[in-house]
Structures are given as structure tokens and as C-alpha cells.
């Protein structure tokens, strides 16, 4: 009997083909595989619908990626939870998200539950993309160094409500209806420091604060109407219940002063409950899905599109953002051929990503995208007819 | 002897109880849940020793659970004090708290108590959210991992599967300080001016003192619930003050019933599992909430026990008339 010893590259060549015949079935598997994609975002409770809305455009963005091949040949999957607008109950579906393993995470409606969320994501090195809560911590960095956020911040809408109050209503006794917590006690402070900036006179004639739950707002309406402005801020978040409620009830207050709508709280669903209320409102916003410049941009037009064929309605803007939060993380993750958190973020901070529903969104150093802001009234209430403000 | 075997029976149940995530998969979810219903059950069994034993509901406890948790992430974030350090500030601040609203309380009974203890949640809820030293309405960020060094080593951590130790352990020890309470002096006599008010006076015992101590007692143990939230959560909010919270510790303790060691361990279990593995949606889970509630407060006002006692009475056989 001859025996003859296998040669050190004989060994190297069959280890390598045994592996390689061992590995592939898990390496094709592992790319056939679809990737879990997470959205957080109220699905019940005040701003339920508009959780729901963000939720909705994120499916449908994620049909029309998938029907393009989907991110780095796999499909995407969603898995949607509901947080209720409740911190406490956020950090329990972010738990559960890093337990199902998903790729990112996109969510955010409220602020506080944003804060509270982001420190489980982080831990658990999963690139969580905000998609509409704006308040400024956000993207401090502290509990998340690779926070992105789609929607405009507290910061950039301030300057934009300061420019109406000051330069366009020529406003110079200002009240505000501010919710009381991260996003509304925020947003009041910028608008504030920024009609100082513009150096204009002006006085704060009366501030009234209220839970993010709230629909009554008589109290503090009457309270308002005593103190005579020549303009009010509405800082609403709760765009289901609560912004309605107080935009009819500031109505049937018969207070003078322009009501002014935060920037992006002035979207369908107020329409919708108040109706004739909202003539005269004046605000801004950073999406319309039928008008300029995104009723030219093609990714918008096919965004469009499928979200009527799929829910008989126009997408809004914080639907518009959710889709544009997964649209950004795909072309990040396709170009950098990563779902790695760190490498995904670099590429979308700091960078411009092209193609989204919003064009070709720049985003700042620290996260944030950058808007251009369309300032508006509302000549006609009952069917929504908005005349832009040069 | 039967006390040395029930003791070793609740040892060896305790030790279990360590085991329980791993024997459920190991998973992060395991630990994840097993870690939340332990802080939020040693968050309720503060509320659960003045319910059970004083007879008053504490609509102010979320008070105590938010000072333990400010207390944490205050110290730790501005002054970058250890686990130990903090836990010792979470105890204080909240004796504190529990001696004025105590004292205030003192007087009151049953409804106006509640209001008054309601009161102050919402007070101290206020002056969170306005006042930046305590984050304001932005709430706290960037709280560090727990750090408990002891002897050279360093316990901890960041994730669940490391906070779990300390939670089974935080819960442990509650476990055997209620025991014990409820057969010391002022368990006994909480007892006694809840159901007899005139005998406890006539055999000298000071309501008014027994109340403010059964208060006084109960406040830490809230408040180390919430200190250990802080390190799970890395962040904290006014929303600690929030009715989430308290609603949740107090159906925990009625759910099951009062005066069960394990009574709002239990009912908390069955409110995360329920939230956490089978949740119909929040709104669906609120509804099934309230009506398991209000279901068990009608038909059986003393919570699931009631309704096995029922079952159990059914059960024996009617006793036989002899005559």
C-alpha cells in the first residue's frame, strides 16, 4: 500500500473549496435573505393617522424600491410598531427592534419619544433615521453621534416664523400656543431669539402652554384674546385632534390676530376636521406633493402615484418625509454596499443623496437635512386652497 | 421546621427567578422584558405598601419613581458620580420628598389624599419641565452606563443582559424587605389603623406617626426603580410623571390583589407580556386594559385571588346537614 501526502497547497486548495462549497448555501441564503426595516411612529392615540400616514409611505416606498432591484440585491421588509406617543413605550419597541435584528430603524413623530428611543438604537448599533420630530437635541449628538433627520429642525423653522411675524404681518404684540415639551418649548424659544435677531420691535404679549394631549384650549383662548395680539403662534404637533381643535376653537374665540400655523403643522388632517376654520391661517412648509418644485421632480411624480393608487389619498408631508427617510438609508447603503451603521451614516452626513421624493436632499455635518421653506396662506378652508406668499 | 422549609423554598424560587431569562430562550427580548417588568414591579411595590397597608391610594408615587430616575441622570451626567453614589442621591431626594408630602398628607384621608398626593405629581411635573437644570421639557440625555464597582470588580452595564443581575437582584431585595415589613411593628400596626382606627388608639398606637413612617418607607423604594430605569433608558424625561406610570403600578397591585407578596410582581408580569408578546395594537391594548381592570374591580374587588377563591369554593362541598 503506497501513501502519499498531500502538498501544503493541495491542503490550502481543498480547505478552501470545502469551505467555499460548505459556505456558499449561507452566503446565498445570507443575500437572498430580505432586510428588516423598522418604523416606530404612532399608530395610535392623537396623532395616530399621522403615524399611520408615515408608516404607509414607507411601504410604498419600500414596493417601489424593491420593484427596482432592492438594497444591495436583497428585498426589503418592514416590521412597524406602534409607540403611542409615549417615551416609555418607544424604548420598548426600540428593544424589541434591536431583538428582530433590523438593518435601521425609521421613526419619530414626537420628540420626547425620539429622545428616549435613541439611545436604545445607538446601543444596539442600529442606524436610526428621525424622520419628522424636530426638537434641537435630536442631533446634539450626545445620545446618538449618527443621528440623521429628514424633517426641518426646530432651528431652521424658528427663522422662517420669525420672517412671517416680523416682515410679512408686520407683527409687533405676538402671543403663542406652544405644547409643552421638547418640540414645542423648542420651536418657541428659536422663533423668539429669531425676531430679536431681526431687531424689529416686538413683545410677547401672552404664552400659553398645554400637554400635547389636549383639545380644549377655551381657557387659554380666552386668556389670549385679552391680551390683544397682533399675531398667535400655534406649536402644535398633535395634527389629528389637537391643532385642529384649537384652530376651530380660536375661531369661535373671535380673536383678531393672524393665527400662525408652526412650520409642517398645517397638513391634511386639519383640514379635514377644521375645515372652514383654517381660512386665513398663515404658515409654511417644506413639502406640497402637487406643487413646485416637487410636482416636477420624477421621483415624486411615481412616489405620488403609487401612495393614491394604494391609499385613495395625496401623500402628506410627513408621509412624503418617512418615504424620504427609507429612500435616503437604500441609496446610502446601495452606494457604500454596506448596511454597516457607521459607514451607511457617513455617507448620508454631510453629503447630498440624490433622487429622493425631495430632490437631491444636502444634509448638514451633524444629520440634518437641509429644506427650502414655502410660506402660505389659506384662502379657502373647506377645499384646502393655499395661495403661496412670495 | 416549617419556617426553615418555606425559606429554603423562597430561596430556591429566587434563585430560579435569576434563570428565568435564559430558560426562555436567552434572548435579548427575554432579558429585555424580564429587566422591565423587575424595575417597574419594584416601582409599584412602593405604591403597593401604602395601598395594601395604609389603605390610601398614592396617585403621587410617580413622584418618587421620577426623583430616582432625575436623581440618576442628574448625578451621573453632571457630576459623573458611580451607580452607588446615585442610588445613594435617588434614596435621599426621594425622603425628602416623601417627608413633605407626608406631612402635608398627614391629615388627609381617602379621597382628598389621593388629590393631594395627585397634586404634587403634577407640581413636581411642572417644575421638571421648566426648569433647566433638570432638562427641562428636553429631559436628560447621554446618561452613562451603571457603574457599580465593589471590591475591585465592576458591576453594570448598558444593555439588559447586563442589567438584569442587578434588576433580579433590586427586586430580590424588595421582595424581602416587604416580607419583613409586613411582620414588623409598623407593618402590623399600618394594619391596624387601616381596619381597626379606634383599637389602634387605644392600644397607643399614633396614626398620624405610623402613617407618615409607612409613606416615608415606601418613597426609596419607588425611587431605586427609577434609578435603575434611568441607566436602562440612557435618557429621562418628564414623562416619568406621566399617568403611563402610574397607572400601570397601581393596577399592577390590584390586578392580582392587595396584600400579596407577589401580588404586584405578577400583575406587572401580565401587563408587560401582555404588551410586549401580545399586543393588539395601543389602543386595543388600553381597552383590554381598562376592562380587565374595571372586570376584576366589579366582580372581584379583591383582584384575582377573589376569583380563585370563588373557583375553589365551588369546588368544596357544600357541608352536609346533619340533623
Known amino acids: 500500500m503506497s501513501s502519499k501526502l498531500l502538498g501544503r497547497r493541495q491542503v490550502t486548495m481543498g480547505a478552501t473549496m470545502g469551505v467555499a462549497t460548505l459556505a456558499t448555501p449561507l452566503l446565498v441564503r445570507a443575500q437572498e435573505q430580505p432586510i428588516k426595516v423598522g418604523t416606530i411612529f404612532p399608530l395610535s392615540g392623537p396623532a395616530g393617522p399621522n403615524g399611520q400616514a408615515c408608516t404607509h409611505a414607507v411601504q410604498v416606498a419600500a414596493e417601489m424600491i424593491n420593484a427596482k432591484g432592492g438594497v444591495l440585491g436583497r428585498k426589503i421588509v418592514l416590521v412597524s410598531k406602534d409607540d403611542e406617543s409615549t417615551p416609555a413605550v418607544g424604548v420598548t419597541r426600540a428593544n424589541e427592534m434591536a431583538n428582530e435584528k433590523v438593518a435601521v430603524v425609521i421613526e419619530g413623530w414626537n420628540s420626547p419619544v425620539t429622545l428616549a428611543m435613541q439611545p436604545v438604537l445607538a446601543r444596539a448599533d442600529i442606524l436610526d433615521i428621525t424622520a419628522v420630530s424636530k426638537a434641537d437635541p435630536i442631533l446634539a449628538g450626545q445620545a446618538n453621534p449618527f443621528a440623521v433627520r429628514i424633517n426641518s429642525s426646530n432651528g431652521q423653522d424658528g427663522s422662517v416664523i420669525a420672517d412671517i411675524l416680523a416682515n410679512r404681518l408686520n407683527a409687533k404684540r405676538i402671543g403663542f400656543l406652544s405644547q409643552n415639551d421638547a418640540y414645542g418649548n423648542g420651536a418657541q424659544s428659536v422663533i423668539e431669539a429669531e425676531l430679536t435677531k431681526l431687531g424689529k420691535p416686538w413683545e410677547k404679549v401672552v404664552t400659553e402652554q398645554f400637554p400635547f394631549k389636549q383639545t380644549d384650549f377655551r381657557v387659554s383662548l380666552a386668556n389670549v384674546k385679552q391680551a390683544k395680539p397682533d399675531a398667535v403662534v400655534a406649536i402644535n404637533s398633535a395634527e389629528s385632534s389637537g391643532m385642529p381643535a384649537l384652530i376651530q376653537q380660536y375661531r369661535q374665540a373671535g380673536i383678531e390676530g393672524t393665527l400662525v400655523g408652526a412650520v409642517g403643522t398645517i397638513l391634511p388632517t386639519v383640514f379635514r376636521i377644521a375645515g372652514e376654520a383654517m381660512t386665513g391661517v398663515v404658515s409654511a412648509d417644506i413639502y406640497f406633493p402637487d406643487l413646485p418644485p416637487f410636482d416636477g421632480i420624477k421621483e415624486n411624480i411615481e412616489f405620488v402615484a403609487a401612495y393614491k393608487k394604494a391609499h385613495n389619498e395625496l401623500p402628506d408631508k410627513g408621509a412624503a418625509l418617512g418615504a424620504a427617510a427609507l429612500e435616503v438609508w437604500a441609496s446610502a447603503a446601495n452606494t457604500t454596499k454596506s448596511l454597516d451603521r457607521k459607514t451607511v451614516a457617513a455617507a448620508i452626513r454631510g453629503k447630498t443623496v440624490p433622487g429622493t421624493i425631495l430632490g437631491n436632499l444636502t444634509f448638514a455635518a451633524n444629520g440634518q437635512a437641509q429644506h427650502k421653506d414655502t410660506v402660505f396662506k389659506v384662502v379657502d378652508g373647506k377645499t384646502a386652497k393655499l395661495e403661496v406668499l412670495k | ?323
Open chain 2, 1 to 323: 421546621m416549617i419556617k426553615r422549609h418555606a425559606t429554603s423554598f423562597a430561596l430556591l424560587l429566587a434563585g430560579l427567578a435569576y434563570f428565568v431569562p435564559s430558560v426562555a430562550g436567552g434572548a435579548p427580548a427575554a432579558y429585555t422584558a424580564c429587566t422591565t417588568i423587575a424595575i417597574l414591579a419594584v416601582m409599584a411595590y412602593g405604591a403597593d405598601l401604602v395601598l395594601s397597608y395604609l389603605g390610601e391610594v398614592s396617585l403621587g408615587h410617580t413622584v418618587f419613581w421620577a426623583a430616582g430616575g432625575y436623581s440618576a441622570a442628574i448625578l451621573a451626567v453632571n457630576y459623573g458620580w458611580n451607580g452607588w453614589a446615585t442610588a445613594g442621591g435617588a434614596v435621599v431626594v426621594s425622603l425628602v420628598f416623601a417627608c413633605l408630602l407626608g406631612l402635608a398628607t398627614l391629615r388627609t384621608r381617602e379621597f382628598v389624599f389621593s388629590l393631594v398626593t395627585y397634586a404634587a405629581a403634577v407640581v413636581a411635573m411642572e417644575i421638571a419641565f421648566n426648569w433647566s437644570y433638570l432638562g427641562g421639557s428636553d429631559g436628560v440625555v447621554g446618561i452613562p452606563p451603571l457603574d457599580l464597582p465593589l471590591l475591585g470588580w465592576k458591576f453594570g452595564g448598558a444593555t439588559n443582559d447586563e442589567l438584569w443581575p442587578i434588576a433580579w437582584l433590586l427586586l430580590m431585595a424588595t421582595l424581602l424587605f416587604i416580607h419583613r415589613f409586613r411582620r414588623s411593628r409598623l407593618g402590623t400596626s399600618a394594619l391596624m389603623v387601616q381596619m381597626n382606627p379606634d383599637l389602634a388608639t387605644a392600644l397607643g398606637v399614633d396614626a398620624r406617626r405610623v402613617r407618615l413612617a409607612v409613606f416615608v418607607t415606601s418613597a426609596p423604594i419607588s425611587a431605586l426603580a427609577g434609578w435603575l430605569y434611568a441607566y436602562q433608558r440612557a435618557y429621562v424625561g418628564t414623562d416619568m410623571f406621566e399617568t403611563y406610570f402610574l397607572v400601570l403600578m397601581l393596577t399592577a397591585i390590584v390586578i392580582v390583589g392587595r396584600r400579596l407578596l407577589l401580588g404586584p410582581l405578577i400583575g406587572t408580569a401580565l401587563i408587560i407580556v401582555q404588551q410586549n408578546f401580545f399586543s393588539i395594537g395601543g389602543d386595543g391594548d388600553k381597552i383590554v386594559l381598562g376592562a380587565v381592570l374595571a372586570a376584576i374591580l366589579l366582580l372581584w374587588p379583591k383582584g384575582l385571588v377573589g376569583f380563585l377563591d370563588l373557583l375553589a369554593n365551588r369546588r368544596r362541598p357544600a357541608p352536609q346537614n346533619e340533623d
